[in-house]
């Protein structure tokens, strides 16, 4: 499975962005998709995830109500809807697919997780 991660950018606080991953070679109608972030000198964290075929989400704490992670089927990509941006939130953003999907929803927000990843989009807010 190849990712590409787009839609990244320069913002000003309260401001929206989409991020967009787009999938391509092996299927990924059984495969569950993440979003992680990482800024300098931290460690990549989890934002948001969602399986394929059910639909079912779940988000960080520190984005729940303000990022929403969806699916197109038909254009095998995912998004994180943005809103409310935070100075915070300024970091690279990753998107993800884990191939194993048995476990509960908590297994996908660790990176071990994640067989494949995307190149990273960068996300600036300015205060």
């Known amino acids: 499975v190849q990712l590409q991660a787009s839609g990244g950018g320069l913002v000003q606080a309260g401001g929206s962005l989409r991020l967009s991953c787009s999938a391509s070679?092996?299927?990924?109608?059984?495969?569950?998709m993440g979003w992680f972030r990482q800024s300098p000198g931290k460690e990549r964290e989890f934002v948001a995830r969602i399986r394929w075929n059910t639909g079912d989400t779940g988000h960080a704490d520190s984005v729940r109500g303000r990022f929403t992670i969806s699916r197109d089927a038909a254009k095998n990509t995912f998004y994180l809807q943005m809103n409310s941006l935070k100075p915070e939130d300024t970091a690279v953003y990753y998107c993800?697919?884990?191939?194993?999907?048995?476990?509960?929803?908590?297994?996908?927000?660790?990176?071990?997780?994640?067989?494949?990843w995307g190149q990273g989009t960068q996300v600036t807010v300015s205060s």
């Open positions: 070679g092996r299927t990924v109608s059984s495969h569950y």
């Open positions: 993800a697919v884990a191939r194993f999907v048995g476990l509960s929803g908590n297994y996908y927000t660790h990176t071990s997780a994640y067989d494949y």
